[in-house]
């Protein structure tokens, strides 16, 4: 029984770093954002958003990779390796939207996929309502998301 309570607790512990890893991540990112004279050769936030995303995506599969080695019990195992194929299914179908996103005419863009919600920033000072609606209509095609969970941010 103390070695399932002593797993459990290694368990706990590697979530709550990955989740201060992240964390910590973020607000140096921005504060290094904020440092940045904006000359020409500053990462766009879009470059920006992605090498963090990155970044963290590889410190989470990283974590689970761990958490699959060091677990005993299949339960834990079996959680780490879904948590991972998740993760895995969520890149792709970023990447695959962003792809279709771009290829309706929209110069950059970044979709970022959760549990239960689709959030997509668009370069685009003046998006219409009929640019919105062909993002919208991506997004719901694509996935198994509806109208009330996606938001479309344009960005300058």
């Given amino acids: 029984m103390k070695a399932n309570k002593k797993k459990i607790i290694v368990l706990v512990a590697m979530i709550v770093l990955l989740v201060a890893t992240g964390c910590l991540n973020y607000f140096l990112n921005l504060k ?3 440092d940045v004279n904006a000359d020409e050769d ?3 936030f879009f470059e920006t958003f992605r090498a963090d995303r990155v970044a963290t995506r590889e410190q989470e599969i990283k974590l689970l990779d761990e958490i ?3 677990a005993t019990t299949e339960e834990a195992v079996a959680a780490a390796e879904a948590q991972k194929l998740a993760l895995a299914a969520a890149m792709e179908t ?6 279709l996103i771009k290829a309706t005419g929209h110069q950059d863009c970044v979709v970022t996929i959760s549990s239960n919600s689709v959030n997509v920033v668009v370069k685009d000072s003046d998006l219409t309502q009929e640019e919105a609606a062909q993002i919208l209509n991506i997004i719901v095609t694509e996935t198994e998301f509806t109208p009330p969970d996606v938001t479309i941010i344009p960005y300058v």
């Fill in 68 to 70: 699959i080695a060091a």
């Fill in 94 to 99: 970023e990447l695959l939207l962003e792809g």
């Fill in 32 to 34: 290094k954002v904020d």
């Fill in 42 to 44: 500053t990462p766009t």
